[in-house]
């Protein structure tokens, strides 16, 4: 049910900004973006979320482009500790499911 | 408080046992959920509770059972479990199930409970 498409793995260097992208091509009007990181090991982490607007929070930005047929989470300045693997979900507002996708695997590399 | 506990943190147990794993959360969360998570795959959903009701089974063998005893507290019993179904078991939680005001609401996960069944 996974209604995304994203690249298997990234590298970035350290400090510098990390540019995730996500296809979601046949989402809906009411359907959310999310994205989530998941260190090893650990539970999914929230990150940030978006319908229509970009968004931005202390963590991340979300770049959602105008057809919402695909979003960029922008990490500003990578660090060692940002190296997880991201998911980009798209979610139903009246539903309670999050389906992820396959995920990218970002490496911030010294 | 924004965490969501789960125990045990690791459980192995036999074909034949019955076990449990708890998950808890004091976040005031009426959305639980139940995700399952093999080895270099993203979670898959297995169930969702709503107001402590069960609202979605994602087709998930009986040898899961699922059980929310109050808003607080939800269980995943185990029972004559397969070598197969050894993954990490994630809990999650949300402030309210989504529908209600049209927002969507971000979801808690706990840390999991690495389970092998031997």
């Known amino acids: 049910d996974a209604k995304t498409t994203q690249p298997t793995s990234m590298d970035c260097a350290e400090g510098r900004a990390a540019n995730l992208p996500c296809n979601h091509s046949?989402?809906?009007?009411?359907?959310?973006v999310y994205w989530y990181r998941q260190i090893h090991s650990q539970g999914p982490q929230y990150i940030i979320h978006g319908l229509k607007n970009n968004e931005t929070n202390e963590m991340a930005s979300l770049i959602i482009t105008e057809d919402r047929k695909s979003s960029t989470l922008i990490l500003p300045h990578a660090t060692l500790r940002d190296t997880a693997v991201y998911y980009c979900i798209v979610r139903v507002a009246t539903g309670n499911q999050f389906y992820f996708g396959t995920g990218t695997s970002l490496t911030v590399i010294p | 408080d924004t965490e969501v506990t789960q125990t045990p943190k690791h459980l192995v147990m036999g074909m034949t046992n019955k076990k449990s794993l708890k998950c808890e959360q004091h976040m005031g969360h009426r959305a639980m959920y139940w995700y399952k998570q093999k080895a270099k795959k993203p979670p898959e959903l297995m169930f969702v509770y709503s107001y402590e009701k069960l609202s979605i089974n994602e087709s998930v063998p009986s040898r899961f059972s699922p059980e929310c005893p109050n808003s607080s507290l939800l269980n995943l019993h185990l029972h004559a479990l397969q070598p197969e179904d050894s993954a990490l078991y994630l809990c999650a939680s949300s402030p309210a199930p989504a529908g209600t005001s049209g927002r969507a609401y971000e979801q808690y996960f706990g840390p999991g409970t690495r389970l092998t069944v031997t």
């Open positions: 046949t989402i809906s009007g009411n359907e959310y």
